[in-house]
C-alpha cells in the first residue's frame, strides 16, 4: 500500500469532488444561461433570491457581488457616515471592516471568546464605551459567524437594542447554520453572507446576498445595486454601485442550494469524527449547544510554538493546513489605528499564536481523513 508519505496530496477544499456529483445538472444550467443571453437579471436570479430567503427563513433576499459588496451595501442603505462607531470582532477577515472606512465610519475592535472564536458579548459593551468616549456615535455591530458557528446572539441582540445599534449578521462563513434553531439570515435587522467558491455555499466566482424582512429596506438595496437607480438606472435617486450577481452565478448557485442540506450534514459527521480522534492531542472546536455550524473551517488550537512545526511536517506528508487568521484586525498595518475594546485583545491575539485548520469539505471520505488524523498525531507525537 502507499505510505502516506508518497502518497497523492489532499486537496484543502475540494471542489472537484462536489463537481463529480453535480457537473452535468450545473453545465446544463450554465447552458440554458448561455442560450438565452440574459446575462445580467436574467430569470435565474430572481428564483435564488425566493429560494435562498424560504431557505434562511427570511422574508426577502437580494443578491450582489459578493460578500464585501453586501456588507457595505447595508453599511449605506442604513446611511452610516462619518462620526459612526461599526463593531466588529478583530479575529475575522478583513473583509468586515473594510466596509467601514467606505463610508466614513470608523470601525471599533471588539475581542472574541476563546471556545468558539465568536464575538465577546462583555468586550462590545467596553468598545461602545470607547467608541461614546471618543466622540463617536455607535450605530452598528457586525457579529462573524466565524468558522462556520453562529455569534452568540442572546447576548449580542440586548446589548444592542440597549445602544440602539442595528445589528448587521456577517455569516459569509455561517450561512447554513442555526442559532436556537433560526438559520442564519433570519436573526438581527440584516444579514450578509458570501458565495465564494471555498464557502460551504459558493459558486464559480464571487456572488453574495443579503436577507431581511423589511420591504423598504429590499427597495433601497436593490436601487443601490443598480447604480442608485429609481425609475431605471438611466435615473439616479442615490449614490449606488454596480453590485448585481451575474445570472451565471445564481444558476449554479441554485444546483448547489439543491443538496446544500446534505451538504451541511455531511460537514457535522465529518467534524465530529475529526473531534473524536483529536481530543487527545489538541484542543478541538467547541460549538455552542444552542448553535449547529456548517463547519467552514476546521480549527484546532494548539500549544504556543507548536503549529508552525505541525504545519511543515503535514506539507510535508500532503496535507495541507491554513491559518486563519494570523494577524487580528487592530494589528494589521491598515487597520492598528483604529479604537478598540482596549489596549490588548487578549483572546484575538492569543488565537492568532495558536489556530491552524485542517482540510474541511462536505466529501472528505474516512480514508482521507484517517491519513490526516493519522498525520496530525505522527507530528504531535501521538
Known amino acids: 500500500m502507499t505510505s502516506s508519505v508518497t502518497a497523492a496530496p489532499i486537496a484543502f477544499i475540494d471542489l472537484a469532488a462536489q463537481r463529480a456529483r453535480i457537473g452535468g445538472k450545473v453545465d446544463a ?38 460578500g464585501t459588496d453586501a456588507l457595505a451595501l447595508l453599511l449605506m442603505a442604513w446611511g452610516v457616515k462619518a462620526g459612526d462607531a461599526v463593531f466588529c470582532p478583530a479575529f475575522t477577515f478583513c473583509a468586515t471592516a473594510e466596509v467601514v472606512p467606505w463610508v466614513g465610519a470608523t470601525p471599533v475592535f471588539v475581542d472574541v471568546k476563546a471556545d468558539t472564536f465568536n464575538m465577546d458579548p462583555d468586550s462590545l459593551e467596553a468598545a461602545i464605551a470607547v467608541a461614546i468616549e471618543q466622540g463617536l456615535t455607535p450605530k452598528v455591530v457586525i457579529p462573524v459567524d466565524l468558522f462556520g458557528q453562529p455569534a452568540d446572539y442572546d447576548a449580542i441582540l440586548p446589548i444592542a437594542e440597549r445602544h440602539g445599534l442595528k445589528v448587521l449578521c456577517d455569516t459569509a462563513q455561517g450561512f447554513g447554520g442555526t442559532w436556537n434553531n433560526r438559520r442564519t439570515g433570519s436573526i438581527g435587522d440584516a444579514t450578509a453572507t458570501s458565495f465564494f467558491p471555498a464557502k460551504p ?50 444558476a449554479v448557485l441554485l444546483e448547489k442550494l439543491a443538496i446544500f442540506e446534505d451538504e451541511i450534514a455531511a460537514r457535522d459527521r465529518i467534524a465530529q469524527r475529526y473531534n473524536a480522534l483529536l481530543k487527545d492531542v489538541a484542543t478541538v472546536p467547541v460549538v455552542d ?45 491598515a487597520y492598528k489605528h483604529y479604537p478598540a475594546a482596549g489596549a490588548l485583545l487578549p483572546v484575538c491575539e492569543t488565537l492568532a499564536e495558536e489556530v491552524i485548520s485542517l482540510p474541511m469539505h462536505a466529501y472528505l471520505d474516512e480514508p482521507t481523513q484517517d491519513r490526516i488524523v493519522a498525520a496530525v498525531r505522527r507530528a504531535l507525537g501521538a
Open 29 to 66: 444550467a450554465v447552458q440554458a444561461v448561455l442560450a438565452s443571453c440574459r446575462f445580467i437579471n436574467g430569470p435565474q436570479v430572481g428564483e435564488l433570491e425566493e429560494k435562498l430567503a424560504a431557505f434562511a427563513g427570511a422574508r426577502y433576499a437580494v443578491s450582489c457581488s459578493s
Open 201 to 250: 455555499l459558493g459558486g464559480y466566482g464571487d456572488g453574495g446576498a443579503i436577507f431581511t424582512d423589511s420591504a423598504e429596506l429590499v427597495d433601497i438595496l436593490k436601487s443601490l445595486r443598480e447604480h442608485g437607480q429609481g425609475v431605471d438606472k438611466y435615473q439616479n435617486v442615490r449614490i449606488g454601485m454596480t453590485a448585481r450577481l451575474d445570472t451565471v452565478q445564481a
Open 289 to 333: 449547544p444552542r448553535a449547529t455550524s456548517v463547519w467552514a473551517q476546521y480549527t484546532l488550537r494548539l500549544a504556543p510554538g507548536v503549529r508552525d512545526g505541525l504545519a511543515e511536517a503535514l506539507k510535508a506528508e500532503g496535507v495541507p493546513t491554513a491559518v486563519y487568521y494570523r494577524l487580528p484586525m487592530h494589528l494589521q498595518p
